[in-house]
């Protein structure tokens, strides 16, 4: 579906007049000819990410503009997966991975101020800033109604979680991102769930597309298991307050 092309850590995802839809900076719906996925080095200090995006792409000869990934992981880790009517490219580095314990009975679960104060000894949150992140472009030959595109973000996402928890215990990082794309002129398909034969399709190139980019990004390296053994991450060990509806 996309013809890929990597230039100065920016590898660009082109196919005329798509659909996207965006998690990441700048996101949301749009049409466009292309989708990015733009390396940032270690330490990044920008904060102008309009010029920073546009500096990039004008660099790397890039004359289209589309939905922009940024990412701490090299652009010759990305990896890309076919089945069916559905491609996906990504690249997944995971040296700042977001746990979501749950390991606790939810029904002893009562007042949120009961629950310990995790922050209270973790000075995770003043280290230097992340550089991984996992991030996913999905396409999908097919022409989606607009909820069914929205879906195939919640899709991918879904199965991201499932292949990062069995190969580094966390379901994500804490800068993830899903770039989502249909072809307006496809057969049209109303749902995308699980069960469609796009959401299959996604749910298999995925995991394929995140083990391979990970299997190339930690071949000389054990993969962090958790926030323990990562260089950054996040621990949501707070407790909500829940009661019947």
């Known amino acids: 579906m996309f013809e890929a092309t990597r230039r100065d850590g920016v590898c660009r995802l082109a196919r005329p007049e798509t659909r996207w839809l965006s998690t990441g900076y700048a996101g949301g719906e749009s049409r466009a ?5 733009v390396t940032v080095p270690e330490g990044w200090p920008e904060t102008d990410l309009d010029a920073y995006v546009e500096r990039r792409l004008s660099a790397a000869g890039f004359d289209e503009r ?3 990934l940024l990412t701490g992981v090299g652009q010759e880790h990305a990896r890309r997966a076919r089945f069916g009517p559905v491609e996906v490219v990504a690249t997944a580095g995971v040296s700042n991975p977001a746990e979501l314990p749950i390991d606790d009975d939810p029904r002893e679960w009562g007042d949120a101020s009961d629950a310990p104060d995790a922050a ?3 000075d995770r949150d003043d280290r230097d800033g992340p550089v991984g ?3 996913v472009f999905v396409g999908t030959t097919r022409s989606l109604e607009p909820g069914a595109l929205a879906n195939l973000v919640a899709v991918a996402a879904e199965a991201k979680a499932a292949t990062l928890l069995a190969r580094c215990g966390a379901p994500g990082t804490t800068t993830d991102a899903v770039v989502a794309a249909c ?3 496809g057969d049209p398909a109303t749902f995308s769930g699980s069960a469609t034969e796009v959401g299959n399709a996604v749910r298999v190139c995925v995991r394929d597309a995140v083990l391979a980019s990970l299997g190339s990004r930690y071949d000389a390296e054990p993969i962090p298991r958790g926030v323990d053994e990562a260089n950054y991450g996040v621990v949501a060990d707070d407790r909500a307050t829940v009661a019947p509806v």
């Not at 000819?33 to 996925?37: E, G, I, S, T, Y």
């Open 33 to 37: 000819d292309a989708a990015f996925n």
């Open 133 to 135: 992140t996992v991030n």
């Open 183 to 185: 072809d307006p002129a």
């Open 66 to 68: 589309g939905p922009t």
């Open 120 to 122: 209270a000894d973790d």
